[in-house]
């Protein structure tokens, strides 16, 4: 391991913002938090709104700072990519932010049902060919089911077409509540890359030019998330971007956003669809 990599795994051992469980205290059992994060982590009994595969923690801590009446988890294995966003928090004593350490897989270990308000995956990897790894897989959405609140809200925010439509097929076949979606929320908007975020900045970015006259903006501010969420978390869809997104974004890529319940009775089916439709170029 580099000495970078050492000099951040013991910062983080001092972050206590940062929670990094042992496998023994998450493999097949209960984790004591389970069920406590209001009381034991926050101190009070507000929304809790968790990002899954956070990487550094830039949505996690941005979307914190906008909304302090929410707290937020950043989840992620890497513990040299938390470092970044844990430090933040540290350092800025920021009382709505969390950061936990764990595979997502254990994450039902990890909180309890109901617990969960909202769930943000930005950027997952596609997993192609492996749908057990899928973040959106009916076996992850039956881990979520277990502690997200009914009626609470997944987001799915990715470059990638293929996890994109296969989301989008299972919440279809499943019949489960579509409450918006976009394969281009940038659409032809100009400077779409932002100079800086909230986080960074301490100012909230303005809005691309052309964005707001664009066909996908008006159609997110027209959709059900509009009416359940409000005009600001439309505008921060626009106005916060992950450390990937920006990449992506740079390099001319449309980012695609979906946001569904996943409210279900009984088990979730696969989705019968045509992935081949969707694989990038390079994997047909
Ligand atoms: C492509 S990065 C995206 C990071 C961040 N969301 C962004 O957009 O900048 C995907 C992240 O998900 C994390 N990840 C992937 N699978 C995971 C798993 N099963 N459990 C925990 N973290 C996972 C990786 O460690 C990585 O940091």
Known sequence: MGKDKIRKFKENETFSCLIQPRTDEVFGKDHPLKGHWGDKVFGNDRPIVVELGCGKGEYTIDLALRNPGCNYIGVD?????????????????????AFLRTRIEFIGSLFGPGEISEIWITFADPQIGREKKRLTSPLFLSRYRCFLKREGIVHLKTDSRYLHEYTHEIARQNGLEILAC?????????????????????????????????????????????????????????????????????????????????????????????????????NQ
């Open 77 to 97: 294995i890497k513990g040299a990519r938390l470092w970044k966003g844990a430090k933040y928090a540290h350092e800025h004593q920021l009382p709505n932010v």
């Open 182 to 282: 976009s394969t281009d929320i940038y659409g032809k908007a100009a400077a779409k890359v932002l100079a800086g975020s909230f986080f960074e900045n301490g100012a909230v970015p303005a809005m691309a030019d052309g964005l707001e006259d664009s066909g996908a903006y008006r159609h997110l501010l027209s959709s059900p998330l509009a009416s359940v969420c409000g005009k600001d978390a439309v505008d921060a869809l626009f106005q916060v971007q992950t450390f990937y997104e920006s990449q992506y974004l740079a390099q001319g890529i449309p980012i695609t956003y979906l946001a569904f319940r996943i409210d279900h009775d009984g088990e979730y089916i696969c989705p019968d669809w045509e992935p081949d439709r969707w694989l990038p170029a390079g």
